[in-house]
């Protein structure tokens, strides 16, 4: 007998979340520039955990509480804290052992919103192939979320959701009827050949460029540059081990 | 001195609609299967107004004051209705000449939305190229606005966001940043050279050939069936003069 299959989604923005909602999903959560990325960096450069935050208060707290804490706005890394939110603060040398306060607005919003689910994990390029190794492994339905920005549909984080939804359905172990699936997997196979070039096309590039954070698109569409996976567990962002 | 140019953005489900709001916009309101080729298929055979209303309740009501009335749920035309909502039923013979009432969640639902911006027209492949003249020569910004389904991405939408995006992106009046244009005319671009082979891999087929409601899914991607662009006045639907 033919085992039954599992099923995919994508959700294109934090906005539409509700409707994909279901305890039962593995949540990929995706914030290709930058918190997703970010968050694989520093583990695979040895951080102990990372504690998602929302807002500069909660960081703000934390610091004071002594944690290290990398927290900016509008481009600015915020006068409390250590670092800035680039993948490239996330040294080994800064991060190694340690625990860390993250701030990222869009990001903890959906670790928080898919918090009810059966798991949560974050995803980016750059730990693609072990990402959807252990998914394959886990049989249960996944659901891909893009964090977006400002729930508005992201161009980068549906890209890496059809690189992903490829790998998964490549394993015979899932199956889908989720137009954003469709979408997103069609523009993974136009974006794939020249992925950077491709990328430059999105508004969030022409956002980060005004800013002067345009310097780390390139790596943060680097596929498998780590096997770290990050996992979400009692607030706290640890390697799955 | 060059002209300057007019913004151009797409809303891919009515969840994200608040982040696109804006009174000075003009609004296209898109439901390809069926709401909006249905309304763009009377109005070709010569209805007067279109009055769209949300509830089966509203549509009961309306019958009892006397309206001819298009209603289903669920792909069965309800026991009070005329017909149901499928365009193939807007024939000259049923409707020229009168006062319809159309029950159609989505779309009413996202006309209503858009009620407070500068002008909400009515979208389909059937007026494609005479709409995209007329929002030429508006001097607005234009937002198009897929209905979806039950609040999530759909294909057959977005694709024909994609082609509007194409005519209004060429005659050099509209200008975009926004990524959900870009991913639209990539997806448009891909399905352009078989259109209903594309759509056919919309789940939304899958939905409708469940229901046998199938057999409109060709008529509803034929481009330029008609000329006429319905528009949202004072709580009714009447052609632009």
Known sequence: MKNAKFRLETCLSPAIYPKHADDGNIVVVVDILRATSAICTAFHNGVKRIIPVSTVEE????????????????????????FGNSPFNFTAEKVRGKEIVYSTTNGTRCIHMASHSKEVVIGSFLNLTSLSEWLIRQDAPVLIFCASWKDRFSL??????????????????????????????????????????????????????????????EFCHRADFTSVIPIYRDGELIPVS
């Open 156 to 217: 980068e984080d549906t890209i890496f959701a059809g690189a992903l939804a490829e790998k998964l359905l490549d394993s015979g172990k899932f199956e889908t009827i989720c137009d954003a699936v469709t979408a997103s997997l069609d523009l993974w196979t136009l974006a794939k050949p020249n992925l950077n070039e491709y990328v430059l096309k999105a508004a969030q590039k022409g956002r980060l460029a005004e800013k002067g954070l345009d310097d780390c698109i």
């Open 59 to 82: 960081a703000r707290k934390k610091k004071e509480e002594g944690y290290i804490v990398a927290s900016e706005r509008d481009g600015y890394v915020l006068d409390f804290a250590d």
